[in-house]
């Protein structure tokens, strides 16, 4: 181990990373309305559940966030319930520009500096989010074995993939929770 790898902090958490579907099309289309409903939904509907569910927003990142948990069945039950709060709010709203979301989870080592996280744990994270349909929620395989039977939701294998910058491959499963179909 090098020198400076001995000074990290290290420590294993459930990585949660979130982002809006089409956020450069929803601010053409409708500026005034997508930049006032983003933060509004930020703090109705994101971060309480965040918080109800012991993790701590790690960085918000204009339409995105990173947040973290020391439990991954908190970080999935957390997820179904972001994603069944927004769909029920669509379900209630007559705007054509609806916000969507995507997810990706991960469980692995992260890097500590200062209030931020960095490393592999995070990376994976991030490229699920991005291949993620929309409105749903994919998690690592890793995530998953420690989740297994623990909540209800429905889980799909999303096969073996490739990830950007990532060198190995990640077996992703999806997630919906079992009352409600997330994808819009």
Known sequence: MRKEEHALQRRLAAILVADVVGY?????????????????LQTALL????AAHAGRIVK??????IAEFASVVEAVSCAVQMQNAIARQHDRSDTTSKIVFRIGINVGDVVVDGDDLLG????????????????????????YDHLAGKIDTKINYAGEQHLKNISRPIKPIMCRSADRFLSP
């Open 24 to 40: 450069s099309r929803l601010v053409e289309k409708d500026e005034g309305r997508t930049l006032s409903a983003l933060p509004t």
């Open 47 to 50: 971060q309480p559940q965040i």
């Open 60 to 65: 918000l990142m204009g339409d995105g966030l």
């Open 120 to 143: 592999d744990g995070v990376n994976v994270a991030a490229r699920l989010e991005q291949i993620c349909p929309p409105g749903d929620i994919l998690m690592s395989g890793t995530a």
